[in-house]
């Protein structure tokens, strides 16, 4: 997740060429420019990449190659790109943004994002993390150690090092964001907030701590649900209660979120459905293997009813096995009319693969 915006909106209000700029290059540029603006403003991230990557180009005949412009149409375009193309073309721009601005500017804060996001993913927190604490630092110093700047940097360090399964530095920083969200004031630091505790209450989740991830889980909805209903992320926090709240066997608090779902999102007749939480069946001892069809009752809160079997092949154990899973899923009821009803002949099929 890219926090920190590209500088399309600088770039424009800085487009005076260079006094040797040939007029054509500069009519070009402009046209191009106005390209990538668009493909950004709608999602053509193909488009964008292209129209940056010419931009860049004509921006270094325009502009210079140790000019401001220059570094932000690098910084742009880096951002557009994957691995060692994105490293050589942000490094570009980092290099640029020392030269013109010093070792500890605020301006050398997007760039050293942009590196640190380009080596994260798959464990590579390792290596991103001096580009994090560098911008942190800058932050920090330039800022305030308790300004929103540095809340946003703490954030998106905490959801990576999250994404990278590095619990303790995750609750680090997300933890100093949610503080910093908390003493600031305003709509902004309100959204920052609950975007925070959404990741903490993820964090929670995944560490078997349920009591603790509804409470944060809770304190985010209240904000999101009133601001932003249907959004994703609004209806990934009623999913994550959902499962925070059957895990702790409070299968009734977890209704509400069940409907709020399926109100927002109605389910797709022609579409698998699916359960949206489950505990996977216990396969019974020397079982072997087998398969096991079911068809079942959701209701309008969502839980399952009156499941039969329609086919099985193995033991008998795996039968039972089946049946008893079934007790513990939950459903997004469907709506008609605005209304959750209960839905009749959902099928799901269990496939028990481990011989003992």
Not at 42 to 68: C, N, P, W
Not at 145 to 162: K, S, T, Y
Not at 189 to 213: M, P, S, V, Y
Not at 255 to 278: E, L, S
Request: with cysteine; charged share 25%; aromatic share 8%.
């Amino acid at each position: 997740m890219r926090i920190l915006k590209t500088a399309i909106l600088a770039i424009a209000l800085f487009l005076a060429p260079a006094a040797h700029a040939d007029d054509a290059d500069t009519t070009n540029f402009k046209k191009v420019f106005r390209a990538y603006q668009s493909a950004v403003t709608e999602g053509d991230q193909d488009a964008a990449r292209e129209a940056a990557a010419r931009a860049y180009k004509l921006g270094k005949v325009i502009f210079g190659t140790a000019h401001k412009n220059t570094a932000a149409l690098a910084l742009n375009y880096g951002r557009l790109l994957n691995d060692d193309e994105a490293d050589t073309v942000l490094h570009e721009a980092l290099d640029i943004y020392e030269s013109l601005y010093g070792d500890n500017a605020i301006e050398l804060i997007d760039p050293l994002m942009g590196l640190a996001a380009n080596h994260t993913g798959f464990g590579r927190l390792g290596k991103a993390r001096s580009f994090y604490v560098r911008a942190l630092n800058i932050a920090e110093e330039k800022d305030d150690p308790n300004g929103r700047l540095v809340g946003i940097l703490n954030m998106e360090i905490g959801q990576v090092a999250l994404a990278d399964a590095q619990s303790h530095e995750a609750i680090k920083y997300l933890s100093r964001a949610e503080d910093i969200f908390t003493a600031l004031e305003g709509e902004d630091a309100e959204i920052r907030l609950a975007q925070t505790r959404f990741w903490i209450g993820k964090f929670r989740l995944a560490n078997d701590r349920e009591k603790a991830a509804t409470e944060a889980l809770l304190a985010s909805l209240d904000t999101f649900s009133r601001i932003a209903p249907n959004a994703p992320i609004t209806m990934t926090n009623h999913a994550f209660l959902i499962e925070a709240y059957e895990r702790r066997g409070m299968r009734d608090e977890a209704t509400k979120h069940c409907r709020a779902i399926g109100a927002a999102t109605p389910v797709d007749p022609d579409q698998d459905y699916k359960p949206i939480f489950r505990r996977p069946p216990e396969y019974p001892a020397r079982a072997g293997e087998g398969s096991v069809v079911v068809s079942l009752t959701v209701d309008a809160d969502g839980y399952v009813k009156d499941p039969i079997v329609l086919e099985s092949e193995g033991s008998s154990r795996l039968v039972r096995a089946a049946l008893k899973s079934t007790e513990s899923f939950r459903y997004v009821p469907r709506f008609e009319n605005g209304q959750p009803v209960a839905t009749t002949d959902v099928k799901y099929r269990f496939n028990f693969n481990y011989a003992d």
